[in-house]
Structure formats: C-alpha cells, structure tokens
C-alpha cells in the first residue's frame, strides 16, 4: 500500500544495502536495526539512537546520518571491534538477525563508550536468541583465549559535515515533501504547525511511527505533520509542583530525564516518577523507546500502553494547542476512553505533559505482567495511587487504572470511591478486590482470551499494591505501622534477572591429541566459516541476491476459510492494479500442482484458513500486494475439523495406526501398587526462523532450464517439485542455496511448493520471479510442531518402580500428511525416552484436520513425546511421595539394553551424563537451598528438575543417510568443497571443511565452500534429523581421501615438497584433481508390522539440571541457572556443537514455557508476528548457564568418533518446564493442595499463576459464567 512504500525505509535498502535485514516489518525483530544520528544545532550535540529501520519513514529522515552495518565495518575495509568479537565469540549462527546486533552494540557504544553489563542487555533488550549471542553476554568459563585487533581511530564514527550545515539551515525552513498522493509536511514552529493542523485536521502527526495502525490499516492518508524539529515539543522543565516534557520526547530521552531527576529530589516527590521508571525499564526494546514519543505514547491510548495508568492516576495534566489558543486537559480515565469533552479537538495537538510531584503521604505504584519480560506488551497493567489523611492509613483519595482488559485503559473509579475514608487494613482489601472484579468487566469471550488470568491479576495487582503501601507506612511511621509479615515481604520486590552468565566446557584439553599437527582444525573451537561475514552483513541470503533483469515480484491469494469449496476467483480487479502483470491460478500448472498430499495453488476446495489460491505478479512487490487486495474468492463453507478431539471423534487419521509393545502389559498392571491415569497437551511451535521463506526463480531462456535461488533444507525436493510442476526434466532445474536464514525443520518440505508457485509464474510470465514471504504470511501458511495429545495409564510400586504403560499418543497433523507419518512413528519410538519400562504399549495416530499442515521440527515428535513421558514419571514421584529424580534413577536404562523396538542400546554414557550433571549442579545441595528458600518466601517460589535424555539420531530409513561431495583441487592448490548439506546455521560448512583441511592435509585458508547446488551433488539428502555433518562428512572426508591417495605417489617422491608443488606436478602428470565422495548412509531398518527393528543409527544421551524462581502472584518466571551435560563424544567443533545445544535448549524452553500458537473457533491463526508470539529473549537465557561435553567419549560409527547434536539440546530445555513444576508444587503443597496434578505446555504465566491457587484465583473462579459463551480462542 502506498503507506507501505512510505514507512519502509528497508525498501530503500532493498536497492543495495542488504545488510540490514527484514524479519518482520513491525518493530519486534530488531533484524532491521540501524543507527541514527542527528546534529542539534543549539545545544550543538550529536544524538545517535538505534533505530527500527522498518518503521521509519524516509522523509522523517532529512538531515540525519544513518548508519547501517555497512558503514561500521567489512571484510574488504577493516571489520569493528564489535563485529570482530560477535564472530570470534561464536556469537552467530544463521547470522540473519547478525547485522540487527551489531547495530544495537553500536549504537549503544556511540552513547556509552564503557557500557555497564545493565545497558548492554538492555540494549539487546527482546532480541531473540535461538542463536548464541549470549555469548558475548556471558563472561567466558571458555579455555580458548581470543586475539583481537586492536581499537581503529579510523573507524570511529565522523557526522558528515553537510549535514550540520543543513540541520542548521534547515532550522529555518518547512520541509515539504510531495508524492503522487502524499504530501509530508515537516514545519520548524510551533505556529505552522498549529495552522497546518488547522488546514489539515485528519492528518496523523508521526513522530515515532510505532503506533503500527498507520501501516497497517490501508487507510490512504493525503498528508503527514512531522513535528519533531519545533522546540516547543521537546522542552523539558522543572517546576515548582513537577516536570513538564516536550510531546515529542522519546520514550528513551523521559527515561534518561527522569533517572537523572529522582535522584536530586527528595524521595517523597519522586513517587510518579519511579512508578513511570519501572514501566520504562521493560516497556518495548530500545530501538522503540529510542523512537516512540510521549506524546504518541498518550494520544494513540493503545489499552496495554504502560505509561497511561502511571500518568493518569499521577495527575498528569496535557498542554495542548491548536491556532485558536492554548488549553490545558487532565489526563484521566475520561481521556483515555476518548471522550469527546475530555479529548483533544480534531485541529488540537499536545504540546507538552505536566507530571506532577508526588505528597509526602501518596503512594503510588506501576505493574506489568507480559507474555515475556522484556520486549513484550503487557497483559495487564495497572497505575495505582493512595493519598492518606497526614499521620493514619485513612483513604484519603484512591486511584487505580487498568489496562489490557478491554480496548481501552479503564479506571476503577466507582471502587476507589467507596474506599474513601476506609483504613488500609486486609478487610478493606477484602472488599477493593471484589469491588474491582464486580467494576472491570471482562467477558469471557474477550479477545486475547486468557480472561481468568487477566481478572486474576487484577486483583494480584491490587494485593501486591495493598503490600507495598503497608510496607512505605511502615518506613514512613515504624512506630505507628507494623513491619511487614516476612510471609508477605516475598511478595514485593522486582522480579528481573540478573546479567546471564555462562560456562563451557569441552574437549580441547581433554580430548584433542597433543600430537596433532596445529594446522589440523579437526575437534578445535573454529569461528563459523561466515561468521565476520554474519557480522558484516556480506552474507548473502535468498533476497539479497541483487535484482534480476525484468523480475517480477509475486505475492499470494490464501484461503480465508478453513474448509470451503471454492466458487469463484474472480482476477479482473486485480488485473487493473497499476503493475500487476498477471494473476497464476492452478489452471496455469502445466504439469503436477504439488503432491498427491499437497496442492500448491488450491484446486476445486481449500482445506484450511492459509492454503494458496492464486498469485498476483506484478512489476514491484507493493503493486502485487495492492493486486493481492483487489482479488475476489467466493467460497461455499464446508465443516472444518480442528481440534485433536474433534478428529477423534470424527475418526479423522492419516495412516494406520503406529504401535509398538514389549512385555505384558496386563500382566504388568496386575504387579503395580498403583495404577494412575492422566491426559496432557502440549502446544505446537512456530519455527520463527528469522529469514522468511524466499525463492527467486529465473528462466535460462533455453531448453526450459530455470535457475531457483531458495532458502531451503531440501533443494533436491525443489528441484524436483519443480521438474513435476513445469512437466520438464529434473536435469533442467538448477536449484542454488547460499545459505539459510534458520530453518530449524521448517524449510524442508514446504519451500517446494513455494518454489512450485514462483516457477509455474515464472514459466507463464517468461520473467524472473521474485517471491519472498512477510513474516505474517509465512506464520500463517507454513504450519509448525505438531500439537499433542497423550493419554497415559501408568502402573508403579510403591517403591516407584514403573511395572506398566499404556500410552496413547496424538498429533495434529493439520490438513495434509506432510512429514507427520514420520513425525508420530518418532513420537512411538522415542516415547520411551531414557527409562526401561518392562510392559510398554504405545499406540500412536496423526489426526487430520483443517488447520495448516504441520511439518518438521527440530526434534521431530520426541520434544512432544519427551514431555509427556516426563509428565507422568513426575505425577509417579507425586503419587509415591518419592523424589522425582529418585523415580527417573530407579527406572533409567542401564548398561546394555533392548528399546522396546528391539534395538540394542549401550546406556553406559546415560548414566554417566547424568550422574555427571547430578555434581557438576550440585543438584541435592542446591535442592536443598530450594526447599530453604520456599519455607523462607510464601509468595514467591524456585524450583529445581533434573531430566535424563537419551536421543535417538538419523532417520529409520537407510537411504535417507547417503550423502555425497565433489571436491575440486585448482592448480594454485586452492580447494573446492561441496556437497549435499545445507548451511542453516549450524556449521556444517565449518566442520566440512575443517574435514577436508585434516584429509587433503593443507590449512583451513585453501579451502572453500561457494554453495549447495543439484548441479554439483545431485539427489542429496534433505539437511535434517542432526546427521548432516556426520553424513556429508563422510562424503567429503571420502572424496578427500581419493584426492590424497591420488597425489601420494608424487608426494612420496618428493616429501620434501610443497602443497602446491605437488598440485603442478599432478597436473603435469594427468592426475584428475577433482573427486566425488560418497556415503552410503547408516543401515537401519524398522518393520511397522512387527513392530521391531534397528530404526536409528545411534543415540545421544544428555541430561540438564534447572533451577527457576516464580512469582505465585503473577506466574511470571525467571531461569536462574541451568547445567547441561551433553555427550556430544569427539566433537569436530566444540564451538560450533555447544553453540547448538544452547540455542536448541533455548529453542526448547520456549516451547515449554511461552510460545503459545493461538487459533479462533473458525481455524484462523491469531498468532502471526513477534508482537503475538513470543519466543525467548535475551532475558530468559538462565542467569548461569553452564554446558559440559561428556569427556573420553567415542562414537565409533561416525566420522572421527563424532556425534550429531543439532537437535537433542532442545529437549533439555523441558528442565526448566520441570523445575517450575517443581515450584508450582512447592506453592500447592503449602497451599493445602495435596494429589497430583497436571500442567499442560507451554507453562505460560497463564498456566503457572492458575495453578498456583490461593484467594485470588479462587474470587475469579466464583465468578463462573456456566460454559455459556464463545470463547474467543480454540
Ligand atoms: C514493537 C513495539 C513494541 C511496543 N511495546 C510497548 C510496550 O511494551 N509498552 C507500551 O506501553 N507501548 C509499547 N509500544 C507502543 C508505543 O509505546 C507507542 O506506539 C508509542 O509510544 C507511540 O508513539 P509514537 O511517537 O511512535 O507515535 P506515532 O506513531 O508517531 O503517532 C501515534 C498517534 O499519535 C498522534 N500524535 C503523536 N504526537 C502527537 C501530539 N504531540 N499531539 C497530538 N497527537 C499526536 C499521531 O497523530 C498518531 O495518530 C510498542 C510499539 C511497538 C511498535
Ligand atoms: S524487521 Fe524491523 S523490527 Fe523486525
């Protein structure tokens, strides 16, 4: 849309600067992090602040310098200190979301040269880490040491002196900016601008431009105010009775005001001030606070805004002005509900904000709770004010606003009024609470849903107010208000966690021979082959590849229903749209569309909310977008299967059903104690890598040959696909990946229909296609994890021996097979996760339904059927009143075993890991400081888990283990490597070269990787299931060997020689300098009928110790350390192996603990940015992490006795889910709450705050509405 093109400043980068990425277009990635830098000519200062590229609009942007990656440092100049030690630290993996890092450090250096710990994590405040950026947090426990450059003058940053020359030229003069249909105005007074404001009532001021509506709402605006250069906005003073700021202060500048400002002035006046300070801390990421302005922040009045409760209940009063004169308007709940005499005046605008000093007998206190701590809108939040009668606790004012309970801040105003002249004792807060409840309504269809939970916190906000009230009187006048109950003391205090720390410890002493030649890079830390260029910003993704000659940008028509027959597509509108070229339906398809299984343009009927239509191509991306808006689909609706249960119910499967069986399980059941049964559900998983899916397409022009560039862990299927769809042969599709941006499982089968979709456009167009997904549609079409269902009947002694399990395991598979057969077979398989059970049925089904087709991801199944088991061996411990660790070590495998498929395995390093982890945590004394610090501490709990891993690798089919290279020698001895494995992010290059480096026996400098293409290894295997490396190395190490066997006569004759004589003489002599190696892959094989088999090559085993801390008032959670031991055997690069198990345990404790997909009633997804779901930050890395490679361990089946690792760490992370379990227990035991009871994944605040039951859930609970409403989510 024309806003679109106006707002996106990453558009303008699309021409060149491809360093700074787009990972979602809404402010919440940080992949598009840039910096600004402004000249004030007054003050003659130099402003840098980071800044989201993606919602910055050009014009606002006259007179800055904006810095991207590029300018900070390159391979072909000189790389920055900050780059330098993001790469060496191992602080990369995919490297997409590199560059946004990169910018945040160096913005935040240009404004604190010696940052402390605190602004460098707030600095990185919310950026995603599945990656290892902790890294450069942590304080290294690492015994490589590393050499940096030293610090360059010459890269420091110069303003360009122009630039000063025109902001103070410009000083004097309005801006004006004209578009086809848009005008931007930039006035430099405060006069003009009144008077434009007159001219132009309906047009936005933009200040930050994080108030997304404007981008979002399509709503075509003639003209945009910039109002940011006149003075009157950004005053900031100092009055007798409080502060008033300019509106168009930053919300970064308010929080710098005020942290200098409460410090000079006496504690009592500062109350409103620190109330606002403690929302500021954790509202938003930097780069937002950096741009978004008071002003915005209060007239937008966004229900969860943070500072709008705090300033209303403060008394704030707004200044405003229009050309007809000056006024000043409180703002209060009456302004926040925008009524009409309470609000501004269309021709109005803020000029500034009084907030006021606090009394000496106010109290005034802020709350948030969000989804995660930093970076997050809140749930609920609330401002809330007491003033008392001089001398007592007699109310004599009150004031508390809410927000996040409906569209609007909502004001408890009728409550606050009846406790007027009340004492502040616990029946006064007996009746606030019901008051509120009775006051804030919140129906139980509200959308966001979580209603019990919302209402909880209502009054949880309001107790933990009541407390710290009691406390400040208590400090005020000891001798007339008690002290604090200690029970009561644990309630208050903020709940943030401290800087992470971390650990990491491997082989290099240990392990790697002291006799390896140094030039040997094999089992040594190397940096990852492109992680200066991750750094950079040079690493070239999918879209970066500059633009083709005559490309076409495509943009796809989904499916708004979840089951429909499609009636109609009616193209003509479309078609008028200035660009659009043509509009691709299935009846374009020359060849096969799709699979059997799976449709790429929808044909006759769709199957769930999502599934391509059609597609517009158009002469630019904006213009297929506008072409995307125009087209009409009528459906006629069909009924949608949605839920597990429903395709129970509906008898709703793919395949057979999946069973394996050992022992009796009869007889088993007879021999128990006890017999308990139980369900749980475990969420899906979005795989939110940060580079969305993307393919360009382009026709050779000849033969039919067509190039795909695309960003897959498959190129072989898309190549294949591909050939299918355009009726040609496979040997005429060249498929080319560089490099992934994260796949994480979800790039395997999907990106081929993608692709399909482009080329069949590209095939009818005769032009290069370009097709790159936003974030949105990516989340909406792709699917993800399975959602579970397990249903378990398990019997025990009372000594906690497990005799029997009936096991009934679900997954929603959506509404095509996709990977879920094999999905739910791994789920079977791996049920049994580290434990021995002698009776053991399991029987498995993948349910088909309207929801989009789930696929791989990291783990396939066994993170889902991990849990599960983990779930019951805990309500086991619960019900014997054992310890949960002693149930795990009484019925662990040991030594040599028989899986219940009949597959032999040696759980010698299980036992190791995890006795290992038991002392490297100090699990029993650690537990028992736990349980000290529960009795010390009602309403905030920790909790400790320690879980056992035995994961198995590969896939349990032979031939999906084969694996080639070609390796080439070039006559200045320089090295050619490649084969079939796909760079995701987990160094598979690295380790392959590093192979070919120890095989050809040169240096690690002579040898390259360039791409992974079908026209070098044809038929490779899909990059999945952790055995890349293993596989692709055998390949590789095979085809060195060749070489090297090759070149030993000529070596042999002259011993003495060079690398590169020897490569002449080769030459010389004929001697073929280029090699294909191959593996045949490991031999398994697992018979379904019998149920038995050798389905995997190998396990890994691993087991990790957690320890978390809760808030029982808000289920808010904070992981305080974590010690996981891996037995990764001979890791070929221990730098690269733990950077995956951290990043997949990362991966994992957001699965458990927060990433929470959420559906409406019809089948459409809600959740489809950062900005609805949440995956782990910066923040919820645990405080000390600590990760041990199991030492003098050997792999002998893999290359060099290694192991492959890229997926088991993420199970681990269900340590965390555990330990909060643990505290959750802690909490209902005290509570009286004695029996088992279930918790459900992902243990979000919701879930953690509900089950810890007390009064307060209690008071919602009673409000029940009989299950008479439509709840507004699945
Ligand atoms: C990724 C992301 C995360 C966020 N997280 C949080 C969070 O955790 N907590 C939170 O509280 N908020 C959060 N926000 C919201 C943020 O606080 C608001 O969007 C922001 O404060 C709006 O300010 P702005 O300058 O960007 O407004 P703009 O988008 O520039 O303008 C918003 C509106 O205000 C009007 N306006 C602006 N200035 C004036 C003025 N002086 N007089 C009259 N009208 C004016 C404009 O006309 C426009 O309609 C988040 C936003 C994003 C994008
Ligand atoms: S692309 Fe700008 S924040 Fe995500």
């Known amino acids: 849309t024309e806003n679109q093109q106006l707002f996106s400043l990453t558009a303008a980068f699309a021409v060149r600067l491809s360093g700074t990425k787009y990972g979602c277009g809404i402010g919440g990635c940080g992949a598009c992090t840039v910096m600004i830098s402004t000249y004030e000519p007054t003050s003659k200062k130099i402003m840098h602040y980071p800044a989201n590229s993606c919602l910055l609009p050009i014009c606002s942007l006259h007179s800055s310098a904006v810095t991207t990656v590029e300018g900070v440092g390159s391979t072909k100049t000189r790389v920055h200190p900050i780059q330098e030690r993001l790469a060496k630290c191992h602080g990369s993996q995919c490297g997409f979301c590199t560059p946004g890092m990169v910018m945040s450090m160096y913005a935040l250096l240009r404004n604190h040269p010696e940052p402390s710990m605190e602004q460098i994590t707030a600095a990185l405040d919310g950026r995603f880490t599945f990656t290892i950026v902790s890294r450069i947090l942590q304080n290294g426990g690492n015994q490589v040491c590393y050499e940096f450059q030293p610090v360059d003058p010459t890269q420091e940053f110069i303003f360009p002196p122009e630039l000063m020359r025109m902001a103070q030229e410009q000083q004097k003069r309005t801006l004006v900016f004209r578009g086809e249909r848009t005008t931007w105005i930039s006035p430099t007074n405060l006069r003009e601008l009144l008077e434009l404001k007159a001219m132009y009532p309906k047009a936005p001021l933009i200040v930050g431009n994080t108030r997304l509506e404007m981008k979002r709402d399509g709503v075509h605006h003639p003209v945009f105010i910039h109002p940011t250069r006149i003075p009157d906005l950004h005053v900031v003073s100092n009055t007798n009775n409080g502060l008033v700021i300019g509106a168009a202060c930053s919300l970064a500048q308010l929080r710098d005001i005020l942290m200098k400002v409460v410090p000079e002035l006496p504690e009592e006046k500062t109350k409103i001030f620190r109330a606002l300070l403690q929302q500021l801390k954790t509202l938003a990421g930097e780069q937002i606070r950096s741009l978004a302005s008071l002003g915005g922040h209060i007239v937008s009045r966004g229900s969860t805004w943070d500072l709008n409760p705090v300033l209303a209940v403060g008394n704030s009063v707004l200044s405003l002005a229009s050309k007809d004169g000056t006024r000043q308007i409180p703002l209060n709940d009456q302004f926040l509900a925008g009524y009409e005499n309470a609000d501004l005046k269309p021709k109005e605008i803020i000029v500034s904000v009084f907030i006021p000093y606090s009394k000496k007998d106010d109290f005034v206190s802020a709350f948030r709770q969000a989804e995660r701590r930093r970076n997050a809108v809140s749930v609920v939040n609330s401002g809330m004010r007491v003033l008392f009668k001089p001398n007592t606790d007699i109310i004599m004012d009150m004031n508390i606003l809410y927000g996040g309970t409906g569209p609007i801040t909502v004001s408890a105003r009728k409550s606050c009024q009846r406790l007027i002249g009340r004492q502040w004792n616990e029946q006064m807060l007996d009746e606030a609470c019901k008051l509120v409840l009775g006051e804030i309504s919140l129906s139980p269809s509200a959308p966001g849903g979580k209603v019990e939970y919302r209402r909880t916190l209502l009054v949880s906000f309001l107790f933990k107010f009541y407390l710290e009230v009691l406390y400040g009187l208590n400090k005020m006048y000891p001798a007339k208000f008690p002290d604090l109950s200690k029970k009561n003391l644990s309630a208050l205090g903020a709940f943030h966690s401290e800087v992470p720390q971390g650990m990491q410890t491997y082989q290099v002493s240990e392990d790697v021979d002291p006799v390896q030649p140094p030039q040997d890079p094999v089992g040594r830390p190397i940096m990852h082959q492109s992680g200066v260029k991750h750094a950079t910003g040079e690493a070239v993704y999918c879209n970066d590849i500059r633009a083709v000659d005559e490309e076409l940008f495509l943009a796809v028509v989904t499916s708004s229903r979840a089951h429909a027959k499609i009636v109609t597509i009616d193209v003509s509108e479309a078609l008028k749209v200035p660009g659009v070229v043509d509009v691709v339906t299935a009846e374009d398809v020359p060849g096969k569309n799709g699979t059997d299984d799976e449709q790429a343009y929808a044909k006759d009927e769709v199957i769930c909310v999502g599934q391509i239509v059609c597609a517009v191509v158009a002469e630019s991306a904006v213009q297929a977008k506008q072409g995307v808006e125009k087209m009409k689909i009528e459906y006629e609706d069909l009924e949608p299967i949605l839920t597990i249960e429903d395709a129970i119910k509906h008898n709703s499967y793919f395949g057979k059903e999946k069973k394996i069986e050992q022992g009796n399980i009869e007889e088993g059941f007879k021999s128990a104690d006890e017999i308990i049964e139980g369900e749980i559900h475990i969420g899906g998983q979005e795989h939110f890598y940060l580079e969305t899916n993307s393919v360009l397409v382009v026709p050779r022009g000849e033969d039919n040959e067509m190039d795909v560039h695309v960003s897959t862990q498959d190129a072989a299927r898309v190549q294949e696909f591909v050939a299918l769809a355009l009726d040609v042969q496979s040997s005429k599709i060249m498929c080319h990946t560089k490099r992934v941006g994260g796949a994480f499982g979800g790039k395997i089968t999907k990106p081929a229909i993608f692709a399909v979709v482009a080329a069949v456009a590209a095939n009818k167009t005769g032009r290069p296609i ?196 070609l390796v080439h020698i070039y006559t200045d001895g320089s090295v050619l490597v490649t084969h079939g494995g796909i760079e995701l992010g987990q160094g598979i290059h690295t380790k392959m070269l590093q192979i070919a480096s120890r095989e050809l026996k040169v240096p690690l400098s002579y040898v390259h990787f360039c791409e992974t293409s079908t026209i070098t290894v044809p038929n490779a295997i899909v990059t999945a299931g952790s055995i890349g490396s293993d596989v692709n190395g055998k390949a590789v190490q095979n085809a060195c060997q060749i070489l090297r066997k090759r070149l030993e006569p000529i070596i042999n004759k002259n011993p003495e020689g060079k690398w590169e004589d020897w490569i002449t003489e080769a030459y010389d002599q004929s001697v073929s300098l280029s090699a294909t190696g191959y593996f045949r892959g490991y031999m398994v094989n697992m018979n379904w009928d019998t149920g038995e088999g050798q389905a995997f090559p190998y396990f890994v085993f691993g087991a990790a110790c957690s320890e978390v801390e809760i808030d029982c008032l808000t289920g808010d959670h904070k992981n305080i350390r974590t010690d996981i031991v891996m037995d990764a055997c001979f890791s070929i690069n221990p730098a690269v192996d733990i950077g995956q198990i951290e990043g997949a345990f990362v991966q994992g404790v957001g699965l458990y603990t927060m990433e929470e997909i959420k559906f409406s009633p019809e089948g459409e997804q809600y959740t489809l940015g950062p900005d609805t779901y949440k995956i782990p930050a910066v923040c919820d890395i645990p405080e000390q992490f600590r990760v041990y490679l199991l030492p003098n361990s050997r792999n002998p089946i893999a290359i060099y006795s290694a192991k492959g690792i890229g997926e088991a760490g993420l199970f681990l992370g269900c340590s965390v889910f555990f330990a909060i379990w643990d505290a959750v227990a802690a909490v209902r035991k005290e509570r009286g709450l004695t029996g088992t009871f279930t918790l459900n994944s992902p243990l979000t605040i919701e879930r953690i705050r509900m089950a810890c039951a007390d009064n307060f859930t209690e008071m919602v609970r009673l409000d029940d509405h009989n299950g008479l409403f439509w709840p507004w989510n699945l």
């Not at 077979?825 to 009776?839: G, H, M, Q, R, S």
């Not at 088991?869 to 662990?892: C, D, F, H, Y």
């Not at 709990?941 to 999906?960: D, E, H, L, R």
């Open 770 to 965: 370009r097709f790159t997904l936003e974030r949105d549609e990516d989340m909406l079409i792709t699917g993800g994890r399975h959602p579970f269902f397990g249903k378990y009947k398990v019997g025990f002694t009372n000594d906690g021996r497990i005799t029997a399990a009936d096991i009934e395991p679900y997954i929603n598979a959506g509404c095509t097979l996709d990977d879920s057969e094999m999905v739910i077979e791994y789920v079977v398989l791996k049920t049994d996760n580290a434990y021995k059970i002698p009776n053991l049925r399991i029987r498995g089904r993948a349910c088909k339904t309207n929801l989009p087709s789930n696929t791989a991801f990291r783990g396939f199944g066994f993170p889902q059927s991990g849990l599960f088991t983990e779930s019951w061996i805990t309500t086991v411990a619960t019900q014997t009143g054992l310890p949960q660790e002693k149930i795990r070590e009484i019925n662990m495998y040991k030594e040599v075993n028989l899986t219940p498929f009949k597959e032999e395995l040696d759980a010698t390093n299980l036992v190791k890991c995890w006795k290992e982890c038991m002392e490297k945590s100090e699990y029993y004394s650690r537990k028992t400081a736990v349980e000290e610090f529960n009795k010390q501490n009602y309403w905030k709990k920790k909790g400790i888990a320690i879980i056992p891993m035995k994961f198995s690798v590969g896939f349990n089919a032979t031939q999906y283990h084969q694996a080639a290279a």
